[in-house]
């Protein structure tokens, strides 16, 4: 005989029908759990995952009208909507099975039952069970990766020769599974890179799926990523589909990898070791299988000592290593860049498209870009925006006069205070940009340019930080 798999929860307040249940089942190989008292069924679903649940109709003394197994089959799909209910009792006639149906049960067994009857339902009802669990997770995986997939599409230009090493390792890298990690500056576009890896994949026509680490508070990080089960803390109102099963079959981009605190590391290496996923709340595992792409910005002698970032997860997760070059080292990539850039915002804005001047382009490749490709694009978009005129100046870009210089703080006037803080840092100046300029400079020199942990610092999102970094030239 073929052996079948699955559990089933079994409610009856008569013993004898429990035994003989048990036994029956047992030969086919199917587990049961049996309950004679119905109101443990909630902490029973609560803490155990059943394929069936075989439901009694009646339990006070002489009842006869199935009222409360009407109740009980009511409770059991609030908790549990994708399980199936199979109700049974001695009292039955049509119209009390078609009633049970409306409700929502699956099925209806008659006592005493047929064992092949019994066996047969109950193998089709765990069959539904696991069509309509498998139905959520894709409904929820859907809608993760429509979330994933709704993002402003992001062009890789560049042919200097810095950009053209990069390239080369791309192409080899792209078609194979090897997972890879991008290094590089903030605004060096990884984000870009790791999605032209993923198109000249194999995995091309599946999902890619972006997390950013830094933007992820500590206690949400396991839901985040792995999922968690409707009730496993005060939020959880619903199931909710973890990153890596959204990406299930495609690339996962784990930004700011840097970012994760040793005892994430521990469990997101487990994860990638293992290639299932359990989520919070759950105790089901989900095999997983991605493509992991991963970046950071913090310097490689940092992400290579054991006190910051554990070793075993590094060797995993740079099979393939790239280092993107920041903008000042392909300074030929910017007529390029800016063109583009002028052309995607006159379509977004609906605003006549522009030429640059000699002047202004000389002055943007003098430029020595501390924001990278991002801080260049924001200065076209504001360029597009305040100029006048068909053509952009060298002044539309708000650069320094000195070439490749950053833009200078005003002079304090000769009448400004000094500011001594606690911790002995003086502010030469009560000029509120020039504080601000030195304080944001402070924070990123503390942090060694971690910006999630700089703005987290300075009370302000990562958006808000890179806004006046690139205001003030940082």
């Not at 409770?75 to 994708?82: A, F």
């Not at 599409?153 to 090493?165: D, E, K, V």
């Not at 498209?353 to 924001?378: E, F, I, T």
Request: glycine share 8%; proline share 5%; net charge neutral.
């Amino acid at each position: 005989m073929t052996q079948k798999s699955g559990r089933i929860l079994m409610v009856d307040d008569d013993q004898d029908i429990l035994v003989a249940a048990r036994l029956l089942l047992k030969r086919e190989g199917i587990l049961v759990h049996t309950e004679s008292q119905p109101d443990r069924i909630p902490q029973l679903l609560k803490d155990e995952v059943f394929d069936a649940v075989l439901l009694d109709m009646n339990f006070a003394i002489g009842a006869n009208t199935g009222r409360e197994g009407f109740q009980w089959l009511k409770r059991v799909l609030e908790i549990d909507p994708t399980l199936s209910v199979i109700l049974m009792t001695a009292y039955g006639d049509v119209g009390t099975a078609v009633e049970a149906m409306k409700q929502g049960a699956c099925d209806f067994v008659l006592k005493p039952w047929s064992n092949e009857r019994l066996v047969a339902t109950l193998m089709s009802a765990m069959t539904l069970t696991a069509s309509r669990r498998e139905a959520a997770q894709l409904g929820a995986r859907n809608k993760e990766l429509a979330a994933a997939l709704d993002q402003p599409g992001q062009t890789l230009i560049g042919s200097s020769p810095a950009m053209a090493r990069v390239l080369t390792l791309v192409d080899r890298a792209a078609p194979t599974d090897a997972n890879v990690l991008i290094l590089g500056e903030n605004g060096t576009g990884k984000e870009v890179i790791a999605r032209e890896i993923h198109r000249r994949s194999r995995r091309a026509d599946q999902v890619f799926v972006a997390v950013d680490l830094g933007a992820i508070a500590e206690n949400l990080f396991e839901s985040e990523l792995f999922g968690h089960k409707k009730g496993a803390f005060t939020d959880a109102k619903e199931d909710r589909v973890g990153r890596l099963v959204a990406a299930n079959g495609g690339t996962l981009f784990l930004d700011e990898i840097g970012n994760l605190p040793l005892y994430q590391q521990s469990k997101l290496l487990s994860v990638l070791e293992q290639r299932v996923v359990i989520p919070v709340g759950g105790n089901r595992p989900i095999p997983i299988d991605v493509r992991l792409i991963s970046a950071t910005n913090m310097p490689v002698e940092q992400l290579e000592s054991p006190d910051t970032f554990r070793q075993d997860l590094l060797y995993r997760i740079n099979t393939v290593e790239l280092r993107l070059p920041p903008l000042r080292d392909r300074s030929d990539d910017i007529p390029a860049l800016v063109t583009h850039f002028m052309g995607l915002y006159a379509r977004k804005y609906a605003i006549p498209p522009r030429r640059l001047s000699n002047d202004a382009l000389a002055r943007l490749k003098a430029y020595h870009w501390p924001g990278n490709v991002r801080a260049l694009r924001h200065a076209v978009e504001r360029a597009m925006i305040l100029g006048a005129g068909d053509v952009l100046e060298a002044e539309d870009f708000s650069l320094p006069s000195a070439p490749g210089g950053a833009p200078r703080p005003a002079a304090p006037p000769p009448s400004a205070l000094a500011a001594v803080g606690d911790d002995g840092f003086t502010l030469g100046t009560l000029d509120l940009e020039t504080v601000e300029a030195q304080v944001i400079r402070r924070a990123l020199d503390k942090h060694q340019g971690n910006i999630s942990h700089a703005a987290n610092e300075l009370g302000i999102t990562r958006t808000s930080l890179y806004r006046r970094m690139e205001k003030h030239g940082l």
